[in-house]
């Protein structure tokens, strides 16, 4: 196998949660791009459609469903209707994550468990479903988005969102194990810890931008490119042998003093 095949997805079929913005939008077309065909899913049908649409420009194949991860009949649907479109689920994308922004003192339990029931559990149910697939198959590809701030204490002027960082952290631990309980059935399963991307969520840190960029030794956030050959990479057959390890994807910050 030459290097253009290795990394080449003609004839998969990869799962995208929250594909319909971000860094989900960014992978979506990554991994389109590569050659997949792709299904976009999330709780907003609109903005799943609007990627589909720009990726079927592209000539890409693709489907929008409207799922709630937290729900596993939602799941199950996405589940269905990409094996009945495509026939197979090669790569799975658990993106779809939330936050709420409080300090610890004061954060409500509710929100919490907002946070893990989307963050945590839907992850680990998507992943349960969609390996059940892949099982069957004897191969398949996860892909857990994780975050910097899942692998170290965040001060409070950077993030001040302890249940996300928590629920991030725990994602690595989840994805450690899966790679080991898989890997006898052909499936690799790892995770993407990024920096700091201007997405939805990180919109509460524009006010502390200069204090962030100064740790950054890249000098700048993360772009719209720069998640796409990490998720190539662990979704092609170059990453055959790479499981439970965390890429980290953040311009330096997490190494630098």
């Not at 079927?56 to 194949?61: D, N, R, S, V």
Request: aromatic residues 6%; neutral net charge; proline residues 3%.
């Amino acid at each position: 196998m030459d290097l253009n095949e290795l990394f080449h997805l003609g004839n998969k079929t990869a799962i995208v949660t929250g594909g319909g913005r971000g860094l989900g939008e960014q992978m979506a077309n990554a991994l389109g791009e590569a050659g997949a065909n792709v299904v976009i899913c999330s709780r907003s049908i609109e903005a799943c459609e609007h990627v589909r649409k720009g990726l079927e420009a592209k000539g890409i194949k693709s489907l929008a469903i409207e799922c709630d991860i937290t729900n596993e009949e939602d799941i199950q649907m996405v589940i269905s209707k990409t094996l009945e479109t495509f026939g197979s689920i090669d790569i799975l994308i658990n993106n779809s994550g939330t936050s709420w922004v409080a300090p610890f003192l004061e954060l409500p339990a509710d929100k919490w468990d907002k946070v893990m029931n989307v963050n945590l559990k839907g992850l680990f149910l998507f992943s349960q479903a969609a390996a059940k697939v892949m099982t069957k198959q004897g191969s398949g590809k996860i892909i857990n988005i994780s975050s910097v701030n899942g692998m170290r204490g965040t001060h409070s002027a950077f993030l001040d969102a302890i249940a996300y960082s928590t629920s991030k952290g725990a994602v690595i631990a989840l994805t450690k194990d899966l790679a080991v309980k898989l890997a006898p059935a052909g499936i690799q399963v790892n995770a993407i810890a990024p920096g700091f991307f201007p997405t939805r969520i990180t919109k509460v840190l524009e006010k502390s931008s200069p204090v962030i960029l100064g740790k950054i030794p890249a000098g700048r956030f993360g772009n719209e490119h720069d998640l796409k050959g990490a998720a190539v990479f662990l979704s092609s057959n170059a990453s055959d042998y790479v499981t439970g390890q965390v890429l980290v994807v953040d311009g330096g910050m997490t190494v630098s003093l």
